[in-house]
C-alpha cells in the first residue's frame, strides 16, 4: 500500500506499508480525494500545535467504502462514498458526556495525532463516516472544512438579522460566511490580501469587504449605524488580530475565535468588561455541522466548484507540495486525487 508520511519538517516521502486492516466496528475506506488545508502546511513547516513526526497527514477526506463491519453498517454499505468525520473521541470523558466530542479530552485527530489519510486505503469507526448522498467525491472532501464553519456559526448562536464579522477570508473564513449568510446573517469581513477580499464578494453575498491594514473601525461603526457587529468569528490564527477583534464588537455582543495561534492573545480588559463581551473558542465540529455542511452544499447554497480551486494527482504529491506551502495564500481549496 502507498503511503505518504511526513517525516521531519520539510520531509515528504513515499512509502510501502502492509495494507491497513479493518477492526470491529470499522469500515475500510479506498480514499479518492485528500484536503490539503493550514494544518498540513503547518506540520510540514514544523509550527503545528499538538503534532509529533513522522505522521501520515491528512484529515479532509472522501473515498469508498471497500469493507465494513456486518454488524454496525449504520445505514452504509460497500460502494458507499462517504466523507469522514476526522475526529477520534473516547466517549466518556467530561466533555463527550456533555455532547462535545469535538474537544473530547482524549481526542485524536487523523492527520494529526495519529496517521491520517495519505494513504491508499484507511479504517475508520462507523460512527465516523458520512454518507454522501448526492455529493461528489470533490464536494465529499470539503464537508470537513465547512463543517468548521457550521460549528463557529452553531457556537456563536447566530440569529437571522444579526451582523456577522468574519475576520480572514481563508477556507475556514469562506466557510464561516457561508453558514452564518445561510443562518440570515449580514455579513462583512475584514482581510489583508486584495485577492481574498474580492473572492469573498464572489463566495458569499456581502455588505462589505474591508481592507484589514486601513484601520476599518470607523468603516464598521458607519456600515452598523454605530451598533458594531453583534458577532465577530476571527478565522486568522493571528494573535494580534485576536486581540483586536474584541475591539469591532457590539456590546453585549460575541467574539468566536476560530483560529489557533499557539501563542498568548491579550485581550484589553476595560474595553472587554465595557462591552460585556461573550468570548467563545470554537474547535473541530460534530456530526451535526457535518450534516448542516452536507445540506448546504446539496442544495447548493455553497458553491463547492469555487471552493477548489485546484486538484492535484496523487502521484505528483510529493514534488508539488513545497509549492503548495509556499503559495498557499492563493489557493483556497486544493484537493488530491488518489
Known amino acids: 500500500m502507498q503511503t505518504i508520511v511526513c517525516r521531519q519538517p520539510g520531509e515528504l516521502r513515499r512509502l510501502e506499508r502492509d495494507p491497513n486492516q479493518m477492526g470491529p466496528g470499522q469500515a475500510l475506506i479506498r480514499i479518492r480525494r485528500i484536503g490539503v488545508c493550514g494544518t498540513d502546511f503547518h506540520a510540514f513547516q514544523g509550527n503545528q500545535p499538538y503534532f509529533t513526526y513522522p505522521r501520515v497527514l491528512g484529515h479532509e477526506l472522501s473515498g469508498v467504502i ?173 494573535v494580534q488580530s485576536m486581540s483586536q477583534a474584541v475591539s469591532y464588537v457590539a456590546h453585549g455582543g460575541r467574539v468566536v475565535y476560530v483560529g489557533l495561534s499557539q501563542d498568548t492573545v491579550c485581550i484589553a480588559d476595560p474595553l472587554f468588561h465595557q462591552r460585556e463581551v461573550t468570548l467563545l473558542a470554537s474547535r473541530n465540529a460534530t456530526r451535526e455541522d457535518f450534516a448542516t455542511a452536507h445540506q448546504a452544499v446539496r442544495e447548493r447554497q455553497i458553491a463547492s466548484d469555487a471552493y477548489i480551486s485546484q486538484k492535484i494527482p496523487w502521484d505528483d504529491l510529493i514534488e508539488a507540495f513545497p509549492a503548495l506551502v509556499a503559495g498557499q495564500r492563493q489557493q483556497v481549496k486544493t484537493l488530491i486525487e488518489v
Open 66 to 238: 471497500e469493507a465494513i463491519d456486518p454488524d454496525l453498517r449504520r445505514g452504509l454499505q460497500i460502494g458507499d462514498v462517504v466523507a469522514i468525520v476526522p475526529y477520534l473521541h473516547c466517549g466518556q470523558c467530561v466533555a463527550c458526556r456533555q455532547g462535545k466530542p469535538n474537544c473530547c479530552v482524549h481526542l485524536e485527530v487523523f492527520g494529526v495525532h495519529c496517521d491520517g489519510g495519505m494513504q491508499e486505503t484507511l479504517a475508520v469507526p462507523t460512527t465516523h463516516l458520512v454518507k454522501a448522498e448526492g455529493l461528489s467525491l470533490d464536494q465529499a472532501a470539503i464537508l470537513e472544512p465547512l463543517s468548521i464553519g457550521a460549528h463557529a456559526v452553531r457556537r456563536a448562536a447566530l440569529k437571522p438579522g444579526e451582523v456577522a464579522l468574519v475576520i480572514g477570508a481563508g477556507p475556514i473564513g469562506l466557510g464561516v460566511m457561508a453558514l452564518a449568510h445561510q443562518r440570515g446573517a449580514k455579513i462583512l469581513v475584514i482581510d489583508g490580501d486584495a485577492d481574498r477580499l474580492r473572492f469573498a464578494q464572489i463566495w458569499c453575498p456581502v455588505e462589505a469587504a474591508l481592507p484589514a491594514g486601513d484601520h476599518p473601525e470607523d468603516q464598521l461603526a458607519s456600515l452598523t449605524q454605530g451598533d458594531w457587529p453583534s458577532v465577530v468569528f476571527d478565522a486568522t490564527g493571528n
